[in-house]
């Protein structure tokens, strides 16, 4: 197969790279109670570090850190303050720019959800001013709102129920709190390096196509990014014969979808993604049709990798991964268990990195902030593949995600003869690998060609 790069570029919008949810709970009494150990804390930092994350995304319980949610009485040694603080330095040294999110309280009464409001932007305006967290860019409200915030539709209503409508808030209450917080980043000086992100949709990709089409009219005269989750599974036998509410196209053509919507301007950034497979669920990503966690499988890392791939052949300009580790989060530990998301599997099974860790971490190294991707055409499936130039080069991520040999020739307008190389197949993969993979020295070929084996991953840069 033969691929050709062009020198015409996807967009002219910033590229705001790779990253992934890390979150303060971390280091939380759940975490420490499971015998968590400070040695380990700094090992999971390394890692972060090791990782090169461009964005972080990171959950806030305001309640916890503002008593009676009134602003002033925001306390700096709180617990859920220091440990988010924490983190939020260490993706700050790691160089990852942040998305803070307003996570908790959620389940109040609509007359405190300004006061909700206010203690967050009295949060960020402390972090950001007095700590010396410049890194934080975006300000969430809430995580996946559209549950608690639901807009009246006939989708709505059959997807939700028909009493979806008569829960505490609505979508006009969503409409004013971001206005709220708007204008209060205006009033403490923190826009425009800090703006909103909307409106962080997961619902199912009917009820997202839904939703982002109501944003984008609702926030059109506004300088906000435009977020979504997706865990949809990619393989068309999943939606055969199902709801078609919950109907999906696919993560190339679902983002091609909010593009056009939101025309070539407007940044869009799936700020939550990963693979999810049967029983999928907040804490556990479900299984393959051999009954096998999705994320434990010899070819996840592929299939991480080519969802990246084609969402931002459409037109997305950053995405952060659920989750960074294994840990407990907020709620009681012995009823929800571990978050099995990570990158890494828990303390109980020895940190042990999961395979696609490497396969995301090689993208994270490779597709950095202010890249310019090019549009490439000859590209076949199960091959896939992105070409951008970086003020160090140009950089090719070629992807095999199928079971059988691919060979792979680039003509690249203008020349490309790389000097460096990843290459990552699950077999090369054990227990002990180190994290991450090391580039290897390449030698330089005007029309270099490759042979890629099944499920391999080969970044080749200049």
Known sequence: MEIRVTSDPISKRHFYGLGVEADGALYNEHNR??????????????????????????????GAICPNLEPAALDANSEEYRNNLRMLKVLQGAGAMANVVLFEPFRIETPKLDDAVRCMAAIVKKLHKDEGCNHIRWLTLYNEPESAFPHDSALMR???????????????????????????????????????????????????????????????????????????AEDRKFYEGGNPDFHYDGMRPEAQYFRDL????????????????????????????????????????????????HALAAGV????????????????AY????????????????????????????????LRPGSRFLKIDGIEPPVNAVACKATEGKTAALLNNGPLTADIA??????FSPTRLLRLTPGRIDAGAPFPVKWETAEGKAAPEWTLQPYELLVASE
Not at 317 to 332: A, P, R
């Open 158 to 232: 059959r997807v939700f129920g028909k009493e979806c409508m008569k829960r505490l808030h609505t979508w006009d209450d969503y409409l004013h709190i971001n206005k709220l917080a708007d204008s209060l980043l205006r009033e403490y000086g923190l826009y425009p390096e800090v703006r909103l992100a909307v409106p962080d949709c997961v619902w199912g990709a009917q009820v997202r196509k839904e939703r982002m089409t109501l944003a984008a009219k609702e926030f059109a005269g506004m300088d906000v990014a435009y977020a979504y989750h997706n865990y949809n």
């Open 317 to 332: 300009d950053g995405f952060c991964l659920w989750t960074v580790s294994d840990m407990h989060y907020y709620s009681d």
């Open 262 to 309: 939101l025309g070539p301007d407007k940044p869009l950034i799936v700020w939550e993604f990963n693979l999810a497979g049967t029983n999928f669920g907040s804490h556990f990503p479900g299984v393959d049709e051999h009954g096998c966690n999705v994320l434990e499988t010899p070819n996840a890392g592929a299939r991480i990798c080519d969802k990246v791939m």
């Open 410 to 415: 680039i003509q690249w307008e203008g020349g």
């Open 33 to 62: 109670r499971s015998k968590v150990s400070e040695q380990e804390l700094e090992m999971i930092e390394d890692r972060i570090r090791a990782l090169r994350p461009s964005l972080m995304r990171m959950f806030f319980n305001a």
């Open 335 to 366: 009823q929800l268990g571990v978050m099995r998301f990570g990158l890494w599997r828990y303390k109980y099974e020895g940190w042990l990195i999961r395979p696609y860790a490497y396969y995301y971490a090689a993208l994270c190294h490779a």
